[in-house]
């Protein structure tokens, strides 16, 4: 894969994703990083749910992950994955034999939340209890593999390492065989891991708590690690576990999904559910993934928010919540607020359960598809500042840019073959359209009649119309100043000289054209006939 230098698209077969024209230079995946200079020259506006997200911002956030450092604390486990085929049943009992052909192993339960760190490029320091097995053996050996120090690993003789197995064929599980203790580790154990999170403590910028429920966040640790990262002020989020999730009180944030927050809150609705952990809990902010429905934002302050699914293809939704974990903990840590942080970790579970297995996420791929799936602001009515972003963007990737303006009171076959025309000479049309006070000053008192959010609406539902604005007599000649059409067009019922633009136009090499009018049409005349007929 490559990276299209100008615009920062995925290229594919030399042409670039988003604009399909032909790339000049391009970077590699290995060594590309984003020009974050390009995105700051075109800053477009992009949206979700509504709300503005700033793309620079966001980019710049993912770039300096790797600047960095978390402890992740909770429960280890070794995923085993064998892969085979199915031919044929046993004749021993009605069950499929799986004939083994591959097998491979990685990072489970919190480790996943490590591995998924580490392909962010952080650093991450582990704090946890592993049993003294050949298991235990190689998940360290794992551990060290993506280079994350283990000083705050330690090894219980009585107590096996957790290890799941999953069988798969025909790219499905067939079968899942789990090896484990859910016993609390030993009071010596917590003892360890007390004292070491509070002699490193200041190499850690956040801190995340995997819990799976299989005895090493006993009530005194969690107790501990939320009391010192509240008196330090670092950010503490919480993966929760079980039918009770008091032990997390005081902690900055959990990320339970939708099940468990049912469960533990005794509540059948999810937003109150969130509203009670956010007050009983003590916390600033609750995210609560619904699988493929997304994530909810609840925070104290405002209204919750529902943040869909990004995901075309649903393989497996193994360690997703891994994903959101580590993902939101380095959006909040790096400054993003909690939305553009619940909007990243979304993205980014949305990439890892469009593959098979535990997997994780890459700075490449967050990249990816923010650059190049990220939506344009959905409403074609747009505030001047906004607009003015947009087509800067626009004329980024090499698009022709047309602008007419006009009343747009009552519109008729006059205004749809002038719409129509003008879209035909160029990619993106824009409309600036008179408020109502101009349109009064224009025709007169009895005018407008329809008023100017109306026609708005009414103009960006034609297909030939891209985006809409609203502007007053005296900021035309400032708004085509900052906007600089390629053609600003006009019906041919006004002659080039009394264009109002046209110095501004033709002076930075842009054209006005004069569109032929439908002859007998008019607002004007359709409202005389209403009223005679009346």
């Known amino acids: 894969m490559k990276v299209c230098r100008n615009c920062l698209h995925w290229e594919s077969k030399g042409l670039c994703k988003l604009t399909g024209c032909g790339v000049g230079g391009l970077w590699t995946c290995e060594n590309w990083k984003p020009n974050l200079h390009v995105i700051r020259s075109l800053k477009p506006i ?122 798969i064929a025909l790219n499905q599980q067939m079968m899942r065989l789990d ?3 859910r016993k609390e580790i030993s009071e010596d154990l917590e003892n360890k891991i007390i004292t070491y999170i509070e002699d490193n403590l200041p190499l850690f910028d956040a801190i995340l708590v995997s819990d799976y429920a299989k005895g090493v966040l006993t009530t005194r640790i969690l107790g501990k690690i939320i009391t010192i990262c509240k008196h330090s002020n670092k950010l503490i989020l919480v993966d929760p576990k079980g039918k009770e999730f008091t032990k997390y009180k005081g902690a900055t944030a959990i990320t339970p999904n939708k099940k468990e927050a049912l469960i533990a809150s005794g509540l059948e609705n999810l937003e109150e559910a969130g509203k009670k952990f956010l007050s009983e809990l003590d916390l600033e902010a609750v995210f609560i993934t619904r699988g493929k429905g997304g994530i909810s934002l609840f ?89 003015k972003q947009v087509v800067n963007y626009l004329k980024a990737q090499g698009k022709r840019i047309v602008f007419t ?63 809409v604005t609203i502007f007053s007599t005296d900021e035309l000649k400032h708004l085509i100043k900052g906007l600089k059409p390629d053609i600003l067009t006009k019906g041919a019922d006004y002659k080039k000289e009394e264009v109002v633009g046209k110095d501004i136009v033709e002076g930075y090499g842009g054209e006005v054209i004069l569109i ?11 409202i005389s006939k209403i009223i005679n007929n009346g």
């Open 299 to 387: 925070t104290k302050d405002n209204s919750p928010i529902n943040v869909s699914a990004r995901v075309k293809e649903i393989y497996d939704i193994s360690g997703a919540g891994d994903t959101v974990l580590a993902t939101l903990g380095l959006a909040i840590t790096s400054g993003l607020t909690y939305f553009e942080a619940t909007m990243l970790a979304n993205i980014a579970a949305g990439i890892v359960i469009g593959k098979v297995g535990t997997a994780t996420v890459s700075q490449e791929e967050l990249l990816d598809v923010l650059v190049g799936d990220m939506p344009l602001l959905p409403s074609k009515v747009l505030e001047i500042k906004r607009l």
């Open 516 to 526: 032929p009018t439908l002859q007998g049409i008019s607002s004007s005349r359709l």
């Open 46 to 167: 992009f949206v979700l749910n509504s709300v503005p997200v700033d793309l620079e911002k966001i980019m710049s956030a993912i770039t300096h992950f790797s600047n960095h450092a978390f402890l992740v604390i909770g429960d280890l486990m070794l995923d085993e994955y064998l892969w085979g085929d199915v031919e044929r049943i046993s004749p021993e009992a009605p069950v499929q034999i799986v004939n083994i052909k591959s097998q491979n192993h990685t990072l489970g339960g919190a480790g996943n939340v490590v591995n998924n760190l580490a392909s962010l490029g952080v650093k991450v320091y582990v704090a946890s209890v592993i049993g003294n097995d050949t298991i235990g053996t190689a998940l360290k050996n794992e551990l060290e593999k993506i280079k994350v120090n283990t000083d705050g690993l330690f090894f219980a003789a009585d107590r096996p390492t957790t290890k799941k197995t999953r069988v």
């Open 405 to 467: 303006n006009g009343c747009f009171d009552l519109l008729h076959t006059g205004h749809i073959h002038l719409l129509k025309e003008s879209k035909k000479l160029g990619d993106i049309l824009i409309v600036a359209l008179d408020t109502d006070e101009s349109v009064r000053i224009l025709k007169g008192n009895s005018r407008p009649i329809i008023g100017q959010a109306e026609r708005a609406q009414i103009l960006s539902a034609l297909d030939c119309v891209d985006y």
């Open 179 to 181: 090896y484990e203790t």
